[in-house]
């Protein structure tokens, strides 16, 4: 992604208008966000020149704090994990790098409501009923922790969306930075290609009977970014977490309160390259043949059920 590129991502990002009247661009709401961000990137760069000179680059990595919560957590035991998230970031703190986690301002307060998608808990949000349930001492001193090193953003989303925040993180740091997320961001990106100014997921149709974005049309300072442009972003950036619990101790311990214990956590890295259409060298081009692969799936997901991507390789020769 070149730099004008990424300055068309950012300009998309901050044009988009808020959730709530007056709909302010949200640049705005995100300025002090940016600002806490690039001052912790800063800072870690300029303590880490000499290491990256012996021992390679440290990057800078985000964490969706609720995406990496809930992770395996649809089921009726299942709830809101922050020892999920804190396996993720010691994991690449030990390799060392900078660990930064956004996290909405509801889950940082002592009672939280519980958003577990199983049928029981759909059943009662239906019917206007929440679980809720306190932090444990052990979540205490994790996020005392987080917020003594200063790591841990609380995201307001009275106004934004919260995904917006590493989304806009992603697009800042470009190649010097990651986002751990097992979410694809469907309707950020969607809101990207199409040049849509809302912040809101039903920003393409609404119940209300008012015209959405698209019937309305996209105003002039709403930039609209190509799937291409898109899909080597994602490829760029995203770092996706499988997560494994020790269902055996789980189960000898007999205890249906306690956690399941966290056996082991995989991040599958973005790839060397993207997989879109490119040009290597002058005259040269490589064009990926989809086999079993969804075309606006992230390549590191689901390795398992495709095929490797092949790829159409051609020269065109000039005439002289």
């Given at each position: 992604?070149?730099?004008?590129?990424?300055?068309?991502?950012?300009?998309?990002?901050?044009?988009?208008?808020?959730?709530?009247?007056?709909?302010?661009?949200?640049?705005?709401?995100?300025?002090?966000?940016?600002?806490?961000?690039?001052?912790?990137?800063?800072?870690?760069?300029?303590?880490?020149?000499?290491?990256?000179?012996?021992?390679?680059?440290?990057?800078?990595?985000?964490?969706?704090?609720?995406?990496?919560?809930?992770?395996?957590?649809?089921?009726?035991?299942?709830?809101?994990?922050?020892?999920?998230?804190?396996?993720?970031?010691?994991?690449?703190?030990a390799?060392?790098?900078l660990?930064?986690?956004t996290?909405?301002?509801?889950?940082?307060?002592?009672?939280?409501?519980?958003?577990?998608?199983?049928?029981?808990?759909?059943?009662?949000?239906?019917?206007?009923?929440?679980?809720?349930?306190?932090?444990?001492?052990?979540?205490?001193?994790?996020?005392?922790?987080?917020?003594?090193?200063?790591?841990?953003?609380?995201?307001?989303?009275?106004?934004?969306?919260?995904?917006?925040?590493?989304?806009?993180?992603?697009?800042?740091?470009?190649?010097?930075?990651?986002?751990?997320?097992?979410?694809?961001?469907?309707?950020?990106?969607?809101?990207?290609?199409?040049?849509?100014?809302?912040?809101?997921?039903?920003?393409?149709?609404?119940?209300?009977?008012?015209?959405?974005?698209?019937e309305?049309?996209?105003?002039?300072?709403?930039?609209?970014?190509?799937m291409?442009?898109?899909?080597?972003?994602?490829?760029?950036?995203?770092?996706?977490?499988?997560?494994?619990?020790?269902?055996?101790?789980?189960?000898?311990?007999?205890?249906?309160?306690?956690?399941?214990?966290?056996?082991?956590?995989r991040?599958?890295?973005?790839?060397?390259?993207?997989?879109?259409?490119?040009?290597?060298?002058?005259?040269?081009?490589?064009?990926?043949?989809?086999?079993?692969?969804?075309?606006?799936?992230?390549?590191?997901?689901?390795?398992?059920?495709?095929?490797?991507?092949?790829?159409?390789?051609?020269?065109?020769?000039?005439?002289?």
């Amino acid at each position: 992604m070149s730099e004008l590129e990424r300055e068309n991502m950012l300009t998309a990002i901050e044009s988009r208008r808020s959730k709530v009247p007056p709909e302010n661009a949200v640049k705005e709401y995100l300025k002090p966000f940016r600002d806490w961000l690039m001052l912790r990137h800063k800072n870690f760069q300029l303590e880490h020149v000499a290491e990256e000179e012996k021992d390679g680059k440290f990057l800078h990595y985000v964490l969706d704090g609720p995406n990496i919560a809930y992770i395996n957590q649809n089921f009726v035991a299942g709830t809101f994990r922050l020892d999920q998230v804190d396996a993720v970031a010691k994991e690449l703190q030990a390799e060392g790098h900078l660990v930064s986690i956004t996290m909405p301002a509801a889950y940082l307060v002592n009672k939280f409501v519980v958003r577990i998608r199983t049928k029981g808990f759909k059943v009662l949000r239906r019917h206007g009923k929440f679980v809720t349930r306190e932090h444990t001492p052990e979540e205490k001193a994790i996020l005392a922790r987080w917020q003594d090193a200063d790591m841990i953003y609380s995201c307001r989303t009275d106004f934004l969306s919260d995904d917006l925040f590493w989304l806009y993180a992603s697009v800042l740091m470009g190649h010097e930075g990651r986002v751990v997320t097992n979410n694809q961001g469907r309707d950020h990106v969607l809101a990207l290609l199409n040049g849509y100014d809302s912040t809101s997921a039903n920003a393409r149709t609404q119940k209300n009977g008012k015209k959405s974005a698209v019937e309305m049309g996209t105003p002039a300072d709403v930039v609209s970014i190509s799937m291409d442009l898109i899909a080597r972003w994602k490829d760029m950036t995203t770092v996706n977490i499988e997560i494994e619990h020790d269902k055996a101790a789980y189960v000898a311990r007999g205890d249906s309160i306690a956690l399941m214990p966290i056996e082991s956590v995989r991040l599958l890295q973005p790839q060397v390259f993207s997989r879109v259409p490119q040009v290597t060298a002058q005259q040269h081009f490589h064009f990926p043949i989809a086999d079993q692969a969804n075309q606006n799936e992230h390549p590191n997901q689901g390795q398992n059920q495709r095929k490797r991507t092949r790829w159409l390789c051609a020269h065109l020769e000039s005439i002289d």
